[in-house]
């Protein structure tokens, strides 16, 4: 499955970057990395809603550094099949 976060103006501004960092140690941490290919992207056209993530055809919104393994554990993984 393809992760994609955002790095657009918005997104960047919200912790993007800091939302990929913690994602590549997350993908380490639950040795998903076969199943998981992260990636980034620009504008995914939801600029009001944080930091903005898409897992295959789903959208994860207002993701952030605080709550990123929460939002890994809960809605990636299990879309991932991990």
């Known amino acids: 499955m393809v992760l994609s976060v955002c790095v657009g103006s918005s997104c960047h501004l919200k912790g993007s ?4 960092e ?6 380490e941490k639950y040795d998903a990395s076969s199943k998981i290919e992260l ?13 903005s993530v898409k897992a295959g055809d789903a959208y994860i919104l207002d993701v952030s550094p605080q709550n990123a393994e929460e939002k890994f554990v809960k ?8």
């Open 17 to 20: 970057y800091d939302v990929i």
């Open 22 to 27: 913690a994602f590549k140690a997350l993908i």
């Open 39 to 51: 990636r980034a992207c620009f504008c995914l056209n939801r600029c009001s809603h944080g930091v």
């Open 75 to 82: 809605e990636i993984l299990p879309l991932a099949g991990v």
